[in-house]
């Protein structure tokens, strides 16, 4: 089982760690009484659902031997307007980069993180949020010769 440890620091400012042992700042705007000294805890959520699913993904596609040169998402939620403004929506763009990549095989990938493995998607969906994906594959430009 998990174990993780909150610590006060000051103002608004905690650190946190789990069994890795890796520390992370968290804090809050200044006009809430934070310094903006780490980041604000909803977005480390939408941080975790990024890292989740992209572990996914990855592992996925190294399994069927996709080769690709680069991987990003960019994530965007939504929150309701009430206490206790959970998530409401949520939006992955999942970014793969590389040559001869099929499509079938990214579908396949994030599908699979979305429908079964991806725990911190499948904790937003049953919060009640709507987590939509969509993903771009980009290949490298073609590389120019000129002769002079």
């Not at 763009?93 to 998607?121: H, R, W």
């Amino acid at each position: 089982m998990p174990n993780v440890e909150v610590k006060f620091v000051d103002g608004m400012t905690f650190i946190g760690r789990g069994d890795s042992n890796h520390w992370v700042i968290m804090d809050a705007a200044e006009t809430v009484g934070g310094t903006n000294a780490g980041t604000r805890p909803m977005e480390l959520l939408l941080i975790s659902l990024g890292g989740c699913t992209g572990m996914d993904v990855v592992s996925i596609l190294k399994k069927k031997r996709v080769k690709f040169d680069k991987f990003e998402m960019k994530i965007t939620g939504v929150r309701a307007e009430e206490h206790p403004k959970v998530y409401t929506k949520v939006d992955i763009e999942y970014v793969i980069y590389g040559n001869k990549i099929n499509p079938k095989d990214v579908e396949n990938a994030i599908e699979l993180s979305q429908a079964k493995y991806c725990s911190v998607s499948a904790i937003l969906k049953k919060s009640g949020a709507e987590v939509n994906y969509t993903y771009k594959i980009i290949q490298p430009e073609a590389e120019v010769t000129k002769n002079v």
